[in-house]
């Protein structure tokens, strides 16, 4: 089976290293955000920031996300994004981030990452996948934002590796297989961003469901910090990989953390694959939510 990733080598005397191993259906088309979506005209200031608390009429415009949302009628306490009832407005500047994670726990999270790995580039992602860590509780929404960063911080060993760094891998990723080849170069679908992202396929997949064009290029991801996040959410949100449901499903739906092990690297960490790396994990995701302030929640290992 494919797999998204190579091992990490990194001269640390513990390797955070996986593999995510892709459906065999990786190729499919996801269900991200139309291209049109991403190309929004114009930028504006942003409305006053949503409030759960509040009642919102038809047209009512609130930011959210760093984007502004219009109610299509009377809602309350319904996620803009989240639910059918908001229209998005696109992008908005001047706004305050109400993302679950707030940047001062961002950074305690990651103290050590590439100045690539920015905050706002996140934050920027986000429009992608509205209901990422934006589904359920507060608690649910704390622990799905809280299990993405674990493997995010597991994959690139704490963000401080933005592309591979074993370069004689580079060649293994594309499957010259696929119609469409690998027309940036047999070397150019290495592992980027907060995931290690790879594969020419994965790159076509997930560039036609975000409308840029990832398959030509794949440079993008190690240049542009909202695009790294935006594959890594990608993956989280439509890619069973050798799992039985997609790693958001997992957190929202309360399978827990464990099952998004298994959707990222199935048999190769889980039902004693690497029990040592499923307890890393497992140690980081705890720690991760100890900092937000939430409770991991059950079903933590696989």
Known sequence: MNRIKSFL?????????????????????????????????????????????????????????????????????????????????????????????????????????????????LIDALHAYP?????????????????????????????????????????????????????????????????MFSWNFNYKAAGDALGLDLLNNPWLVEQDPSVAWQTALWYWNTQNGPGTMTSHEAMVGGAGFGETIRSLNGALECNGGNPGSVAARVATYERITGIIGTAPGSGLTC
């Open 9 to 121: 080598t990194v001269l640390s005397a513990v390797v955070a290293a996986a593999a995510f191993v892709p459906a065999a259906s990786a190729t499919a088309a996801a269900t991200g955000p139309a291209a049109a979506s991403a190309g929004l005209a114009e930028t504006s200031a942003c409305a006053p920031l949503w409030s759960s608390s509040t009642a919102y009429t038809a047209g009512g415009t609130v930011s959210h996300h760093g984007r502004n949302w219009s109610a299509k009628w009377w809602t309350r306490n319904e996620n803009p994004g989240a639910t059918t009832v908001w229209s998005d407005r696109g992008a908005c500047t001047g706004g305050v981030s109400d993302f679950v994670i707030s940047e001062a726990r961002f950074d305690e999270i990651f103290p050590d990452r590439d100045a690539f790995y920015t905050y706002q580039g």
């Open 131 to 195: 209901r990422f860590a934006n589904t359920g509780t507060p608690g649910t929404r704390a622990r799905e934002a809280a299990a993405f960063l674990t493997h995010a911080h597991f994959e690139s060993v704490g963000l401080k590796y933005v592309k591979e760094i074993n370069e004689a891998n580079y060649w293994r990723k594309c499957d010259y297989s696929r119609p469409y080849g690998c027309p940036a170069g047999q070397k150019a679908y290495y592992g980027r961003g907060p995931i």
